[in-house]
């Protein structure tokens, strides 16, 4: 794959607060859509901000396609940079009608064509029959379609999502995340959403940088940073989570309050600390377990699919999330059993 954006060392201070953005690096290719997640004020909008060419940097490199962006020496204009732009306000030009927005941006293209394939880009994206309105006549979900007609249709190599789908209802965000993905990816684009859902990251994204901070924890695919969190704050921001300590010594398995207990990492020595996700465990009744591995539920949330239970054991609390037939009620006897390795965590 080709590397399309390139970021080093991106970093940017506002007073003398220290970085809002600390160093960040990380890679998009070609094809590929990238989520910078993390909690509000870790830094993500500014790091889209210095991308886009519309906050300067104060050390670090951005580069597309090779082609320097910014550095401190730097700075091509931000319409001159070949990036698009869907902010989270969708931010349409009120007086404009929607075929218009679309095709304003496309001075590139003979004006006599322009309406022509504005029109067709504003079918791609499900707005056709919506092209002679104005955007205060158009539904959230609507507007922020026309937003994204208008981002792509200038073909950049790169579109950035600033929260694109925070103004949305639950069910219209899911149903655009998908097809905004679809689209995305027919078009062959490559993007990059910043969002502090987590859950947005993981369906929308290929790969995911999760930003604490203003630096970045962990880039990883989806499955990693979920599964492999290489840190605690990974671990607790990627959903809900286990941690407890345990001493490691080299060996594959280790004994730990929910007894004999895998890792995935066999060199792990000395006291670690480590993480196992809730999905990951499950309960079973007590036969003739030793009392030390005997712990009680302590609550029970029903999801209809499936069931989290709160178990209290050697005076820690565990989650166990399972979709096991055996309902357990509070009070109840049980044993936890993992069902795969924890995992250590760097720090
Ligand atoms: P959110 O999810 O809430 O939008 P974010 O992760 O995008 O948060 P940023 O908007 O990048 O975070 O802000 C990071 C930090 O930088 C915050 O503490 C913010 O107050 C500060 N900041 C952002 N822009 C400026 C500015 N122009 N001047 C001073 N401080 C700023």
Same mark, same amino acid.
């Given at each position: 794959m080709n590397k399309l954006l390139s970021v080093s060392n991106l970093t940017k201070?506002?007073?003398?607060?220290?970085?809002?953005?600390?160093?960040?690096?990380?890679?998009?290719?070609?094809?590929?859509?990238?989520?910078?997640?993390?909690?509000?004020?870790?830094?993500?909008?500014?790091?889209?901000r210095l991308i886009s060419g519309f906050e300067r940097a104060d050390h670090g490199k951005v580069e597309v396609e090779g082609e320097v962006l910014e550095t401190p020496g730097e700075h091509v204009?931000?319409?001159?940079?070949?990036?698009?732009?869907?902010?989270?306000?969708?931010?349409?030009?009120p007086h404009l009608s929607v075929l218009e927005n679309v095709a304003f941006g496309l001075n590139h293209i003979p004006e006599h064509k322009r309406h022509v394939y504005a029109e067709e880009v504003l079918?791609?994206?499900?707005?056709?029959?919506?092209?002679?309105?104005?955007?205060?006549?158009l539904s959230g979900g609507q507007q922020q379609r026309?937003?994204?007609?208008?981002?792509?249709a200038p073909k950049p190599k790169l579109? @950035?999502?600033?929260?694109?789908?925070? %103004?949305? +209802? $639950?069910?219209? /965000?899911?149903?655009?995340?998908?097809?905004?993905?679809?689209?995305?990816?027919?078009?062959?684009?490559?993007?990059l959403l910043v969002t502090h859902d987590q859950e947005e990251a993981l369906s929308f994204a290929d790969r995911i940088a999760v930003m604490n901070d203003g630096k970045i924890e962990q880039i990883g695919t989806p499955e990693e940073v979920y599964y492999k969190p290489k840190t605690k704050f990974v671990a607790n921001f990627l959903g809900r989570t286990n941690l407890f300590y345990t001493d490691a010594n080299g060996s594959q398995e280790v004994s730990t309050n @929910?007894?004999?207990?895998?890792?995935? %990492?066999? +060199? $792990?020595?000395? /006291?670690?600390?480590?993480?196992?996700?809730?999905?990951?465990?499950?309960?079973?009744?007590?036969?003739?377990?030793?009392?030390?591995k005997v712990g009680t539920v302590v609550e029970r949330e029903f999801k209809g699919h499936d069931i989290t239970y709160h178990v209290q054991l050697h005076g820690q609390k565990y989650l166990v999330h399972t979709d096991n037939r055996i309902i357990f009620e509070p009070n109840d006897a049980v044993v936890i059993k993992p069902l795969e390795p924890a995992v250590v965590l760097e720090s």
């Open positions: 201070s506002f007073d003398d607060h220290g970085p809002v953005v600390d160093e960040i690096s990380f890679e998009v290719y070609e094809d590929e859509i990238f989520a910078l997640l993390g909690p509000s004020g870790c830094g993500k909008t500014t790091s889209l204009a931000p319409q001159d940079r070949g990036i698009g732009f869907v902010f989270q306000d969708y931010a349409l030009f079918c791609r994206t499900g707005m056709g029959d919506y092209k002679d309105r104005n955007p205060s006549e026309v937003a994204l007609a208008r981002a792509i579109v @950035l999502l600033d929260e694109p789908f925070s %103004n949305l +209802d $639950a069910m219209l /965000r899911d149903t655009m995340r998908k097809e905004v993905r679809d689209i995305l990816k027919k078009a062959g684009m490559s993007a @929910l007894g004999p207990v895998n890792l995935n %990492n066999e +060199d $792990a020595t000395g /006291r670690v600390l480590c993480s196992i996700r809730p999905e990951h465990l499950t309960l079973e009744e007590v036969e003739n377990e030793d009392l030390q």
